[in-house]
T-cell receptor
Framework: GDSVTQMEGPVTLSEEAFLTINCTYT??????LFWYVQYPGEGLQLLLK?????DKGSNKGFEATYRKETTSFHLEKGSVQVSDSAVYFC????????????FGQGTRLTINP | EAGVAQSPRYKIIEKRQSVAFWCNPI?????LYWYQQILGQGPKLLIQ????????DSQLPKDRFSAERLKGVDSTLKIQPAKLEDSAVYLC?????????????FGPGTRLTVT
């Protein structure tokens, strides 16, 4: 079945550092790819998405590009802030025609001032 | 626009007891999902409804879990009897259509602790 693998966490960075969180996937067909974020004490929020190969999703300074050849959707940000501290989830849907989201295990990010 | 509502936010029960969670999706959203998120893991789908019909319940432990969505709006997820391994956050999500790949909107979740 479909699956998503994220880089192991937790990740700790200093403010203004460059961030990369790796995500690779296995899926049948042509899934849509997502990054969700979970801030402390809050629910899951969509951060960005890409629906086809070579699409780039972006939001709040975060970016991720749908790479079909490497089955990857790595999350990047050029300069992180303390407020970016959260748990980040990579997910896919539609790989087998199903609408459900299949999530990676999550990566906890802590940004120190 | 109001978001997905869930209650209660927290629940502590003893094993073998029963518990129920409630979800009210965003108005007009046809599709409703229940996910289970065990600590340190990503959410896993338990059941998906399209209006009041079940689309996918392949990962729902049917011997102890049940869910319904009466009138295609609110939904209730029940566990009876609960086991220690049911300790998790139960997330409800909704989306506006069953066609294509559309964003899912999540509620705040119910944190269940089974002792």
């Amino acid at each position: 079945g479909d699956s998503v693998t994220q880089m192991e966490g937790p990740v700790t960075l200093s403010e203004e550092a460059f961030l990369t969180i790796n995500c690779t996937y296995t899926a049948t067909g042509y899934p849509s790819l997502f990054w969700y974020v979970q801030y402390p004490g809050e629910g899951l929020q969509l951060l960005l998405k890409a629906t086809k190969a070579d699409d780039k999703g972006s939001n709040k300074g975060f970016e991720a590009t749908y790479r079909k050849e490497t089955t990857s959707f790595h999350l990047e940000k050029g300069s992180v802030q303390v407020s970016d501290s959260a748990v980040y989830f990579c997910a896919l849907s539609g790989g087998q025609g199903a609408q459900k989201l299949v999530f990676g295990q999550g990566t906890r990010l802590t940004i120190n001032p | 626009e109001a978001g997905v509502a869930q209650s209660p936010r927290y629940k502590i029960i003893e094993k073998r007891q029963s518990v129920a969670f409630w979800c009210n999706p965003i108005s007009g959203h046809a599709t409703l999902y229940w996910y289970q998120q065990i600590l340190g893991q990503g959410p896993k789908l338990l059941i998906q409804f399209q209006n009041n019909g079940v689309v996918d319940d392949s990962q729902l432990p049917k011997d102890r879990f049940s869910a319904e969505r009466l009138k295609g709006v609110d939904s209730t997820l029940k566990i009876q009897p609960a086991k220690l391994e049911d300790s998790a956050v139960y997330l409800c999500a909704s989306s506006p259509t069953d066609i294509g790949n559309y964003e899912q909107y999540f509620g705040p979740g119910t944190r269940l602790t089974v002792t």
